[in-house]
């Protein structure tokens, strides 16, 4: 079985391809961002990075973040959200409580306060349910800030929301006026 620093850093690679970087090792990914199991492991292998199925499926089942998901009968897999590739993970619209969270490193503060939160390259910006999960993901590149979006008020005026398989809100932009540092 993999060691826990192996296990985050094939996590991190397996990001890379199922979210941004398919064909880096020869992979495709359908219109919902799918791919065929069998198919990413001999890829992986292929490109020297040995990955039996059942280091995948732990990967898949303890990954805190649940950032991949199998199809019901486990010969498909996908990143759950954050691709920067054309996808449509088919996530219907929900109604969103009313505030999220929003983590990132101190230093983007002011062109936050200035512009508001953008997706960037992403399909979706990411909102987190609580301030502790959005503190450990702004920690990631520094000090963190927090921002508390009011996401209620948002729905209310328009905005849409969807909820990923693994809890994290998207939507596409959070003006300057539903946001808040906490």
Do not use: C
């Not at 690679?13 to 069998?38: K, Y």
């Amino acid at each position: 079985m993999l060691s826990e620093k192996e296990v985050t850093r094939t996590s991190k690679f397996l990001s890379l391809v199922l979210r941004h970087a398919p064909a880096q090792i020869g992979i495709v990914l359908d219109e919902q961002g799918w791919t065929d199991v069998a198919v990413l492991l001999a890829q992986l292998g292929a490109h020297g990075q040995p990955l039996s199925f059942a280091e995948l499926a732990h990967i898949v089942e303890t990954s805190p973040k649940q950032r991949f998901k199998f199809s019901d009968d486990r010969t498909q897999i996908r990143a759950s959200q954050g691709h920067s590739v054309a996808v449509e993970l088919g996530y219907a619209a929900a109604t969103p409580p009313e505030t999220l969270y929003h983590g990132t490193a101190a230093q983007h503060q002011a062109v936050i306060q200035r512009e508001g939160l953008r997706k960037m390259a992403r399909h979706h910006l990411h909102l987190s349910a609580d301030v502790a999960t959005a503190r450990t993901v702004g920690s990631r590149h520094g000090q963190p800030i927090i921002f508390a979006v009011a996401a209620g008020e948002m729905h209310r005026a328009g905005a849409q929301f969807y909820q990923a398989d693994n809890g994290v809100w998207l939507t596409d932009a959070v003006p300057t006026a539903y946001l808040r540092i906490t």
